[in-house]
């Protein structure tokens, strides 16, 4: 009975080697993957740390010690108040260049943003569902456009809009931008030949027409495309500065943030104030992509796999 039953015991003990062997292998790769993505996670990081450290470290430690501060023995946050209260460019309203310049780039990069998203989400609606003559030879037109780098339409947009009196305030910046993009078209227009058709079909047997599909049903079903686009929208508007730099540097009222921060550097001297003036600039872009990350990668993973 013993020799009868041996084989299936043998077989039994080596099953179970071999799941062993598989589970060791994959814990293996899971920690191993995780010590990877983890130190690329503090790779990442580190700049901001070093940024926020910085921020709040006495100018006095900062200047005697010949080392690198990892975290200062007394933390102030001085450089902020100083940013914030104390800003020798206060203009006649009260408010520090930083709070203006912020203001300014808040308001004209939502408005371009905005509008011009959903300007270029028409646009992509059409592309993508309306028929009508010449359409793909006018989206080739349009993909054309995207190869002309910006820098070789700089000088002669200045002259144009010198010419028409907009060389120095928002118009130039904010106008044109009203329109959209044509990357923008073209990555809505990817994402929306996801939608049935047959949507769009049942939405004409009710009665709507094409603005109205537009705005009840491709916008509803393209969140994540244009949650995305927005990210990307903002983040280019944000960090803007060779705009401002040309149609907005006569008036420091006229100032975004981009401007501030670089004219400051010549009132503030200290890498507390530097750093601080830094780590503000960039919380709104984070505050902004966690809110919407998860329709940002969602957008991206769809809408890039498309066409």
């Known amino acids: 009975m013993m020799t009868k039953h041996l084989p299936r015991r043998v077989g039994t003990e080596e099953e179970a080697s071999e799941r062993r062997r598989r589970n060791l292998n994959k814990w293996v790769s899971r920690i ?20 926020f450290v910085t921020s709040i470290t006495p100018t006095l430690e900062y200047g005697t010690s010949s080392e690198f501060i990892w975290f200062p023995e ?13 800003d020798p460019m206060y203009l006649t309203n009260g408010q520090s260049s930083i709070v203006v310049g912020f203001l300014n780039t808040l308001w004209l990069t939502l408005t371009t943003t905005i509008v011009g998203l959903f300007v270029s989400g028409l646009a992509a609606f059409a592309y993508a569902k309306l028929k009508f003559r010449g359409k793909n ?33 928002f118009a130039a910046l904010l106008i044109p931008s009203l329109f959209g993009g044509a990357i923008t078209v073209f990555f809505l227009r990817s994402y929306m030949t996801s939608i049935p ?9 009710d009665g709507l027409g094409p603005f109205g599909i537009y705005c009840r049903i491709i916008i509803p079903l393209s969140i994540p495309a244009f949650v995305a686009q927005f990210i990307f929208g903002f983040v ?9 730099l040309i149609y907005l540097s006569n008036n420091p009222e006229w100032y975004t943030l981009q401007l501030s921060l670089y004219k400051i550097q010549d009132v503030f001297k200290e890498p ?13 872009l984070v505050i902004v992509y ?18």
Not at 197 to 205: D, L, N, S
Not at 236 to 244: E, S
Not at 293 to 305: L, N
């Open 32 to 51: 191993v993957l995780f010590a990877i993505c983890l130190l690329y996670a503090l790779f990442l990081l580190l700049p901001f740390y070093v940024i």
């Open 74 to 86: 007394e933390a102030t946050f001085e450089a902020y108040q100083t940013i914030f209260l104390d």
């Open 137 to 169: 030879v006018l989206f080739m037109f349009m993909l054309v456009t995207t190869m002309i780098p910006s820098a070789v339409m700089t000088i002669p947009s200045y002259v144009f809009y010198n010419a028409i009196g907009w060389g120095q305030g």
């Open 197 to 205: 058709t047959e949507t769009i079909e049942a939405a004409k047997i």
């Open 236 to 244: 280019g508007g944000y960090n803007n500065y060779a705009g401002p």
């Open 272 to 284: 507390a104030q530097l750093c601080a003036s830094a780590l503000i600039a960039l919380l709104p």
């Open 290 to 307: 966690i809110i919407f990350q998860k329709f940002f990668i969602e957008g991206i993973a769809v809408g890039g796999g498309k066409e």
